[in-house]
């Protein structure tokens, strides 16, 4: 168990609809980073947020949002959701940007 | 954009044989870690490593970080059937505060007992 949890662990939508997963970090961990697996793209990086801000950005669609709270939980909102969209989204940890990140145990989208 | 290449895609071997894999990147990275993803599940930490020429080790598994910041291995010993699963080299660049991983497309590994 990494002490990275995420919810829910399945979710099953329509395309066009909207979807929101939550991540809680380890404890003490301010940083957090989403990715996202497709079948046949690996682990993409999405975004890093460091305490509550944003810090860094990769492959992240403009249909997609982040945020993270003062509690340091985030929260990874997609919108208008494709097909292609299908795939499995985890957040990660670490203590500090530049660390060892821990995953969670990720969120399998699936779009109908 | 930079790009870590992990070979082999694929591996079957035998039960207590010795595995190798690497990764190599087109560009310099600070960090290299290793990590082991079982069906479903998320990717598991195994190794970090932070210096170029460093080597460390977690049990039966060895990494390496190459000389040249642009290659890692990976080495397990005496296989098992735990083993089994989907490993990923991962390089971290950037600026301290804003770095990112990027992933290797990862080598799965099968044993035969």
């Known amino acids: 168990d990494s002490g990275v949890t995420q919810t829910p662990k399945h979710l099953i939508t329509a395309t066009g609809q909207r979807v929101t997963l939550r991540c809680s970090p380890r404890?003490?961990?301010?940083?957090v980073y989403w990715y996202q697996q497709s079948l046949d793209q690996g682990l993409q990086f999405l975004i890093h947020y460091y305490n509550g801000e944003e810090r860094a950005k990769g492959n992240i669609l403009e249909r997609f949002s982040a945020q993270q709270f003062p509690d340091l939980h985030s929260e990874l909102n997609l919108s208008s959701l494709e097909l292609g969209d299908s795939a499995l989204y985890f957040c990660a940890s670490s203590g500090n940007a530049g660390d060892e990140q821990y995953f969670g145990p990720g969120t399998r989208l699936t779009v109908t | 954009g930079q790009q870590l290449n992990q070979s082999p895609q694929s591996m079957f071997i035998q039960e207590g044989e010795d595995v190798s894999m690497n990764c190599t990147s087109s560009s310099i990275f600070n960090t290299w870690l290793w990590y082991k993803q079982d069906p479903g599940e998320g990717p598991v930490l195994l190794i970090a490593?932070?210096?170029?020429?460093e080597l460390t080790s977690n049990g039966r598994l060895t990494a390496q970080f190459g000389t040249t910041r642009k290659d890692s291995f990976l080495n397990i010993s005496a296989s098992i059937p735990s083993d089994v699963g989907i490993y990923f080299c991962a390089g971290q660049a950037g600026l301290r505060g804003a770095q990112k991983l990027v992933f290797g497309q990862g080598t799965r590994l099968t044993i035969n007992p």
């Open positions: 490593l932070y210096k170029a020429g």
């Open positions: 404890s003490g961990d301010l940083s």
